[in-house]
């Protein structure tokens, strides 16, 4: 399989161009050598996956627009690991995000079930080692970062 | 003395979900779990061993489906996914903690 160390993807802010994003990391992983395990794919799978559903559904609202993603494996050199960064430009409305607030895990509701909103924040903030968001306008943009040797924990057990 | 018997049957509903639970495919589950829910279901398990990616959105429809069933009298259990990383991620959420959680649909219905 030919490695692929950066890729430049722009897609249409929908939730059909997330299959297709995870799919671009799914394949630049599995081509990073050293090997990535299959739980550090998944988290980072995940983390970008919920990054760009925040993207879709909160920075244009569902309504469409422009999505573009940079997705790059970096090797390991001089004394830092191997990492895996993304980086998106959006050009959609900018939240306010208090990434520390998004690190804790949301509160339940009043039946003592857990909120349906506000996971996908936590998952991306525990499943990467940096999380930044700066935003617009005129442009928003997120970086991930995590690397690759395994050292990440997620806290769960 | 006087005896009476009734039956009682309880029907719990075995949704089981292949590949991937995500935002892109969650749709159909929401779907199919509103007709369940609308024709009365109250009780479900939903079979997640051969679910190999789970994300926010996929979560939050097993969240909506628990809520409707709680407040009809009903309770959802989940089967654990057989993917050692998508168990990762419903310890890292607590899901493990508000859904009683089975390693089969067998022990699911069992102990409903």
Redesign the interface.
């Known amino acids: 399989m030919k490695r692929r160390r950066e890729q430049h993807l722009e897609l249409p802010a929908t939730?059909?161009s997330?299959?297709e994003l995870?799919q671009a990391v799914e394949r630049m992983l599995a081509t990073a050598a050293p090997p990535v395990d299959?739980?550090t794919?998944?988290?980072i799978?995940?983390a970008v996956?919920?990054m760009a559903?925040n993207i879709?559904e909160h920075a244009y609202g569902g309504s469409g627009g422009l999505l573009r993603v940079w997705i790059r494996l970096l090797p390991a050199r001089f004394g830092r690991p191997a990492r895996f960064i993304a980086e998106t430009e959006d050009q959609g409305t900018p939240f306010v995000l208090d990434l520390d607030s998004a690190a804790q895990?949301p509160a339940p509701t009043e039946?003592g079930?857990?909120s349906?909103?506000g996971?996908?924040l936590?998952?991306l903030v525990?499943l990467m080692d940096r999380v930044i968001y700066e935003p617009g306008p005129p442009l928003n943009r997120w970086r991930l970062e995590r690397q690759l040797d395994g050292a990440h924990d997620?806290?769960?057990? | 003395m006087e005896l009476e018997t009734r039956e009682h049957v309880l029907t719990i509903h075995v949704v089981t979900a292949h590949g991937?639970l995500?935002?892109?495919s969650v749709p159909e589950l929401r779907e199919r779990l509103l007709a369940l829910s609308t024709q009365g279901g109250r009780h479900f398990v939903v079979d997640l061993s051969g679910v190999d990616?789970l994300?926010?959105?996929g979560?939050?429809a097993l969240?909506?489906l628990?809520?409707h069933a709680?407040q009809v009298g009903g309770d959802v259990h989940l089967v654990w996914p057989a993917?050692?990383?998508?168990r990762?991620?419903l310890?890292?959420?607590?899901?493990d903690r508000?859904f009683k959680m089975h390693d089969n649909v067998d022990e699911a219905l069992d102990l409903f």
């Open positions: 939730t059909a997330l299959r995870q299959e739980r794919s998944y988290e799978t995940l996956q919920e559903a879709v895990e039946d079930l857990p349906l909103r996971r996908g936590y998952l525990h997620t806290g769960a057990s | 991937r995500d935002a892109f990616f994300d926010s959105a979560m939050a969240v909506s628990l809520k709680r993917s050692d990383a998508a990762r991620i310890h890292l959420t607590r899901f508000v």
